[in-house]
Every structure is written in structure tokens, then in C-alpha cells.
């Protein structure tokens, strides 16, 4: 297990800044939310951890340890990050198995096909799939190699994307009961980004609301229906949540 500390988190992009001095704390085998509105700089925080963005000030340690020191083998085996869209995120043209292969060899790790095999298994797929490609799944399929794919190096932290939102709604759960799995056999952390409360509520214990690339408040889970949010921002949004999930 690994905790993520996130200290003065900025990010300006010329005259627009999009984070603003954002402090989080995440304990080691926690699942830990981030919420807003499209635009409020949930994605942009992944984006940072994973240094996918680069062009950041502040500081961001895994286990104590600023990630900008780490090599970028140390990097790729101790945190990963899975994407909102599976299909955008796989290469058409390489098989699942490439998929899986490429990191494994680029950090030089041997057994790779023991290691492909067991990933494809913890994700609830037939070893089969290693040799098929992406166009010849499901979405939930493809998916779940792109979870098999993050863990096939072994990580401790997991950066979710809004892992589900491009899902059917007929498979969403599926996946993120694969994931409450996952977390609790392997004992992994994860911070993932959602739009959805009901997401959140299954996933996460705690969560935070973001707003204009600040944190508008850090909320335990049951703050979505006990009315214990005391930031309006953050009480219109959970009213406005729960409105539309009984409306629908």
C-alpha cells in the first residue's frame, strides 16, 4: 500500500491558471474521490500525479517520496493510470497482448507472459483475449484490459479516469465492482476522478468537490446524504446530484 500527498498543487497554462494551490491527503488502501463539474480541474490533478503534465508547481510524494525524483521505472511500477475512454486508449492496431507486453518490457521485467496471463485473469478475462484486438471486444472488455494493463506492472496506486462514464450502463457496475476487488485483494490506493455521486458513494470513503481548479471541501462518503456539507458550492452540487438521480 501507498499513500499520495499533493501540496500546493498549481497549474497555469499562459495567463490561465487551472489549479489553484491544491492540497490533498490520501491514506495508503484508500479510494478517494474527486468531483465537479466539467472544466473544474479534476482530470488536470491525475494529469500532474501522472506527470502526462509536466508543468506544475508545488509538490506531489507517494510514500514521502516527490515523484519528480523517481526514475521513470520506479515511476511506472509504483503508480498507473487508467482512462475514461478504452477504446482511445488502446492502440487499433496492436494486439492485447502488445498491450500488456510493451510496458513490461520496457521496465525490463521478466516472465512476461506468467505476468500478461495473471493480469488478464484478475480482471476476469480468458488468456485467450491476449491475441485478439481492441475492435474485437466489448467496451467492458476493453476496459478491463485497460485495467489489466496498468497492473500487469504490479503498481500500488491506481489513477481512475472516470474509468466507467464511457461505459453502458448495463456493465458500469461490473467494472467497478471489479475495481472494490481489486483494491481490496491486491490492496491498492486509488484516486479517481467522477461526474458521478452514485460512483463515488459505491467506490470511494472520502471525496472532494472541485470548483474553478480549488477544492471547494474534502467530505467523508456519507456527506452525500446526511447534508453535512458545509461549502454552498458543494451542497447545491449534491442536491443537484440526488435530484437527478431520482428523476431518472
Known amino acids: 500500500m501507498k499513500s499520495i500527498s499533493i501540496k500546493q498543487l498549481s497549474v497555469s497554462f499562459g495567463a490561465v491558471t487551472v489549479l489553484h494551490d491544491v492540497d490533498l491527503e490520501i491514506a495508503a488502501g484508500e ?88 493480469a488478464m485473469r484478475d480482471v476476469g478475462l480468458p488468456v485467450e483475449f491476449l491475441d485478439r484486438y481492441p475492435h474485437q471486444l466489448s467496451g467492458g472488455q476493453r476496459q478491463r484490459v485497460a485495467i489489466a494493463r496498468a497492473l500487469v506492472l504490479e503498481p500500488h496506486l491506481l489513477l481512475l479516469d472516470e474509468p466507467t462514464s464511457a461505459l453502458d450502463v448495463s456493465v458500469q457496475a461490473e467494472v467497478l465492482n471489479l475495481l472494490v476487488r481489486l483494491r481490496e485483494e491486491k490492496g491498492l490506493t486509488y484516486l479517481m476522478v467522477s461526474h458521478d455521486l452514485a460512483v463515488v458513494d459505491h467506490m470511494c470513503g472520502r471525496f472532494a468537490i472541485m470548483q474553478h481548479g480549488r477544492i471547494a471541501e474534502v467530505l467523508p462518503r456519507e456527506a452525500i446524504l446526511d447534508g453535512s456539507a458545509r461549502d454552498p458550492y458543494a451542497r447545491e452540487l449534491i442536491a443537484a446530484s440526488i435530484e437527478y438521480e431520482r428523476a431518472i
Open 31 to 118: 479510494c478517494f474521490g474527486l468531483v465537479g463539474e466539467s472544466g473544474s480541474g479534476k482530470s488536470t490533478v491525475l494529469r500532474c500525479a501522472s506527470l502526462l503534465n509536466a508543468t506544475w508547481s508545488g509538490k506531489i510524494e507517494i510514500d514521502g517520496k516527490d515523484i519528480r525524483t523517481m526514475s521513470i521505472q520506479e515511476r511506472c511500477r509504483t503508480m498507473q493510470m487508467v482512462f475514461q475512454d478504452p477504446y482511445g486508449s488502446l492502440h487499433p492496431r496492436h494486439s492485447i497482448r502488445s498491450a500488456l507486453e510493451l510496458g513490461l518490457i520496457v521496465n525490463k521485467v521478466d516472465d512476461r507472459e506468467t505476468k500478461m496471463a495473471q
